[in-house]
């Protein structure tokens, strides 16, 4: 299953699969993700959360990734009555996790335990950043020791008694407040999802904004979306020729380029571009 443990690399799509759904599992590398998540817990009836465990194995353990494509187990929150089963689920399949609801640097800590215990001490972890508890704590969570976050709306919506708008500006602060902190504790940050999953301009929008913002990727709730995160999220010819320009300019100091100055803000956003773009 290639290397399961290895660094995360770009965090363009994050692509979450019901673990109780073997099938779709499977087909989840036809979409080259940069991230696939088999997901325990919001996608699982609880009717179904043991078997659900079961079916994660034999799947994750039969799944063979393209290079550049990462596979998570999505666990239950810490202190829930299934998060325990789940990260020895994540042990058997030597995967890295995903821990949803993150408020506590303790939870974090009780994670890590876990995943030492089982060999896996340097496998990623992706902190869910999606209560109010966690967006207000959302510096110190990150700066405990997590690869990298995605920020969660719809959950913080449901904690906070809101109400989910298309413009999306009743989760602005804590969207950049996320990524803040994000910045701040150097991971990259994941941009919430868009669950209307056949509205290709809603979530072309959402993605655009979010990559605005400074986001690096996208959560995807369906495998269509991943190609349009990676249209957003990947820096296009266009960009990538400026960027170049822009060094090339800026290699004796201040200079003009296109009629606008270049000081050492635009080389650091041109170097940044080149990063995305792998070159």
Avoid: N
Avoid at 102 to 129: H, S
């Amino acid at each position: 299953m290639g290397d399961p443990l290895g660094g995360l690399g770009q965090v363009r799509s994050m692509l979450f699969v019901p673990a109780h759904r073997p099938e779709m599992v499977a087909k989840t590398v036809r979409w080259r993700p940069d991230i696939v998540v088999v997901d325990l817990e919001d996608a699982v009836p609880v009717s179904e959360k043991e078997s659900a465990r079961h079916l994660a194995v034999t799947a994750i353990g039969g799944l063979e990734p393209p290079p550049g494509t990462t596979v998570l187990l999505r666990v239950h929150p810490v202190g829930s009555p299934w998060f325990r089963e789940d990260m020895a689920t994540a042990v058997r399949c030597r995967v890295g996790v995903v821990l949803p609801k993150l408020e506590r640097v303790a939870q974090l800590d009780e994670l890590r335990d876990l995943l030492a215990e089982g060999g896996l001490a340097d496998a990623p972890i992706c902190g869910g950043i999606e209560t109010a508890r966690g967006v207000a704590d959302a510096r110190e969570l990150l700066a405990a020791g997590v690869t990298t976050c995605y920020f969660g709306a719809e959950d913080l919506i449901g904690d906070l008694g809101g109400r989910r708008t298309d413009a999306g500006r009743e989760v602005l602060y804590a969207r950049s407040a996320v990524l803040l902190a994000a910045r701040l504790a150097e991971i990259p940050a994941i941009d919430q999802a868009v669950v209307a999953v056949r509205d290709d301009d809603r979530f072309l929008a959402d993605a655009t904004a979010g990559r605005e913002l400074g986001y690096q990727g996208k959560i995807c709730v369906h495998p269509r979306q991943v190609e349009l995160a990676h249209q957003v999220f990947t820096p296009s010819e266009q960009e990538i020729e400026h960027a170049r320009a822009v060094l090339a300019a800026g290699e004796s100091g201040a200079a003009v380029l296109e009629g606008e100055m270049i000081d050492e803000v635009h080389l650091r956003l041109a170097r940044a571009t080149l990063a995305r773009a792998g070159t």
